[in-house]
């Protein structure tokens, strides 16, 4: 079983620290996480640190047992996989060639047709199958989004890292993209962990919540135990009260204070 953990992590823009001492427990594969904060609380700047894209001032990452700074750049692309908030549309190129890219990127570019179907497939899965021709600049944001998605799942990975993948969506497709990751994560024992500032999105599909707050890591554990905690409404700095519906799923409503 594979296990991402961070500990004592922290970061700084310039003067500005972000992250401060962060630690969080194990995150077992097969699970979703969903990390959850307020504006500005780091969420962001975790993940490029788990990615590499960014560099701790202090602390580290460790997945199973090794410290992923000790590992090279190609294998930690191979191990972990970051889809980023925001999605490059300029490029000249199709749906179909991006998700291909993001397929080939650790394989050799020498195309098959085993991987014209898995691609396809993919689009498919992602509800973007009419869209494989159209150039990724005439897109609007919400497909911009899925295509970001469909890049990711295509690539098999350790460890997903999902930032905001429901921001530019519509209700339906919130829906569709989570049940989606989180199917992929169960059936391929991977680690899957998406920002989300949607609480009742979080409590419907993660296994278990990190709630990030003043470059802290303020409550973890499941949607229950974190959604209950007075450290919501303090993070939040709004009332927050909870209750289960007819399916026995959780359900936060929030008042300004």
Same mark, same amino acid.
């Given at each position: 079983?594979?296990?991402?953990?961070?500990?004592?992590?922290?970061?700084?823009?310039?003067? #500005?620290?972000?992250?401060?001492?962060?630690?969080?427990?194990?995150?077992?594969?097969?699970?979703?996480?969903?990390?959850?904060?307020?504006?500005?609380?780091?969420?962001?700047?975790?993940? #490029?640190?788990?990615?590499?894209?960014?560099?701790?001032?202090?602390?580290?990452?460790?997945?199973?047992?090794?410290?992923?700074?000790?590992?090279?750049?190609?294998?930690?692309?191979? #191990?972990?996989?970051?889809?980023?908030?925001?999605?490059?549309?300029?490029?000249?190129?199709?749906?179909?060639?991006?998700?291909?890219?993001?397929?080939?990127?650790?394989?050799?570019?020498?195309?098959?047709? @085993?991987?014209?179907?898995?691609? @396809?497939?993919?689009?498919?899965?992602?509800?973007?199958?009419?869209?494989?021709?159209?150039?990724?600049?005439?897109?609007?944001?919400?497909?911009?989004?899925?295509?970001?998605?469909?890049?990711?799942?295509?690539?098999?990975?350790?460890?997903?890292?999902?930032?905001?993948?429901?921001?530019?969506?519509?209700?339906?497709?919130?829906?569709?993209?989570?049940?989606?990751?989180?199917?992929?994560?169960? @059936?391929?024992?991977?680690?899957?962990?998406?920002?989300?500032?949607?609480?009742?999105?979080?409590?419907?599909?993660?296994?278990?919540?990190?709630?990030?707050?003043?470059?802290?890591?303020?409550?973890?554990?499941?949607?229950?135990?974190?959604? #209950?905690?007075?450290?919501?409404?303090?993070?939040?700095?709004?009332?927050?009260?909870?209750?289960?519906?007819?399916?026995?799923?959780?359900?936060?409503?929030?008042?300004?204070?």
């Amino acid at each position: 079983m594979t296990k991402l953990s961070g500990e004592n992590l922290s970061f700084s823009y310039g003067a #500005r620290p972000v992250l401060k001492g962060l630690e969080f427990d194990p995150l077992p594969s097969g699970k979703l996480t969903a990390l959850i904060g307020p504006n500005a609380a780091g969420k962001s700047t975790l993940f #490029r640190l788990i990615s590499g894209l960014a560099k701790p001032a202090a602390g580290h990452v460790i997945l199973n047992d090794t410290n992923l700074a000790s590992l090279g750049t190609r294998e930690r692309l191979k #191990r972990i996989c970051f889809m980023p908030q925001y999605f490059a549309a300029n490029a000249a190129l199709t749906v179909f060639d991006v998700v291909m890219m993001a397929h080939k990127q650790l394989r050799g570019w020498r195309v098959s047709g @085993a991987d014209m179907a898995a691609v @396809a497939q993919a689009l498919e899965e992602a509800g973007i199958g009419h869209l494989s021709q159209a150039y990724v600049s005439d897109l609007s944001g919400g497909q911009s989004q899925m295509v970001s998605v469909a890049q990711a799942l295509i690539r098999h990975s350790d460890v997903y890292l999902f930032d905001e993948p429901t921001s530019a969506l519509d209700l339906r497709h919130q829906l569709e993209v989570l049940t989606r990751i989180r199917a992929t994560m169960m @059936a391929r024992d991977s680690i899957g962990v998406v920002a989300l500032h949607d609480l009742n999105l979080a409590a419907r599909f993660a296994d278990h919540l990190i709630l990030l707050g003043q470059g802290r890591i303020l409550a973890q554990g499941s949607a229950e135990t974190v959604l #209950r905690s007075p450290a919501i409404s303090e993070t939040y700095k709004v009332e927050v009260e909870t209750s289960t519906g007819p399916r026995q799923d959780l359900t936060v409503h929030a008042y300004a204070s």
